[in-house]
Nanobody, 116 residues
Framework: QMQYVESGGGVVQPGGSLRLSCEGS??????????MAWYRQGLGQVRELVAS???????KYAESVKGRFTISRDNAMKTVYLQINNLQPKDTALYLC????????WGQGTQVRVSA
């Protein structure tokens, strides 16, 4: 199994931006071949997938984040990124990464809070 360390969250005002990072462990080839995703879980809410990226760099996004979120990856660094622009209060959540579908233990995540 791989393990993940997420970072980059914080408190931002509506309209602000953040860049989240997820560093994976383990074999670099395995990481590079794995479809990866960012998920988020708001307080009292079900965890949802917000963006995914395949080994061929094709991406998919949840409707609620299209046009504002951009997922990317650096396989040599075993890292997946999530650029979030035009943050809105509804984006407040704990953001986590994993394979898609999830196949590894969840990391601690990184908290994003959008507040004026």
């Amino acid at each position: 199994q791989m393990q993940y360390v997420e970072s980059g969250g914080g408190v931002v005002q509506p309209g602000g931006s953040l860049r989240l990072s997820c560093e994976g462990s383990g074999n670099v080839l395995r990481f590079g071949l794995s479809p990866m995703a960012w998920y988020r879980q708001g307080l009292g809410q079900v965890r949802e997938l917000v963006a995914s990226i395949n080994s061929d760099l094709t991406t998919k996004y949840a409707e609620s984040v299209k046009g504002r979120f951009t997922i990317s990856r650096d396989n040599a660094m075993k890292t997946v990124y999530l650029q979030i622009n035009n943050l809105q209060p509804k984006d407040t959540a704990l953001y986590l990464c994993n394979r898609t579908p999830p196949a590894d233990n969840w990391g601690q995540g990184t908290q994003v809070r959008v507040s004026a």
